[in-house]
């Protein structure tokens, strides 16, 4: 079961209650227009139609889970311009257990491909929504030039970036890329490959 640290969040331990997660709080919104929901959902089309691994579209749909998780966003004096919620750190050891590292390694650094490409790419910054600008800098910054070369030499390096894409693109309001349910099946799919990954070791 994981839970954040020092906060009275909402706990996961097993697929039904990650999917009950979305179900009960996914209809917040997260800084955006969209809901934590309708951004999920439009992260992993954008996935599916670049025709992403099976591991990295379940990635896309749940890289934001640390949120929900850390449940920080609805408090009053709570401000992410100001104070970071780990949810990339928090998602990626909800995920873990679940789906493996082909799924949480890329939620882990998604944040770290975001401060990348700040540095990297200098009209980066002026693409991302307000939000993403002012949670920038409580989660560091852009990156030194050592730590984008430490980034860069990562094995999750490219993935990350690819979900960082889409976790930028995948901000459209009103625009409908259907359910949750829709996904049950690469869901169910994906977790069942990393259990029998795990037995086989």
Known sequence: MVRDPGHAGST???LDGLVALYETRGREPYGEALTQTQHALQCAALAR??????????????????????DLQNDAAFTLAERDDDHELIGARVLAPLFGPAVALPVSL?????????TREPHYFDLL???????????????????????????GFHAALD??????????????????????????????AWSRARLER
């Open 49 to 70: 139609r670049a025709g992403a691994s099976d591991a990295l579209v379940v990635a896309a749909l749940f890289h934001d889970v640390g949120h929900l998780v850390a």
């Open 163 to 192: 979900l960082r894409s889409w976790d930028d693109q995948g901000k459209i309001e009103g625009l409908d890329v259907g359910a949750m349910s829709d996904y049950e099946e690469l869901i169910t799919t994906t977790a069942a």
């Open 12 to 14: 996961v331990s097993d």
């Open 110 to 118: 998604h944040v770290t491909a975001k401060r990348w490409r700040c």
């Open 129 to 155: 929504s307000a939000a993403s600008r002012h949670t920038l800098v409580a989660q560091g910054g852009p990156l030194s030039e050592g730590q984008c070369r430490r980034f860069e030499a990562h094995p």
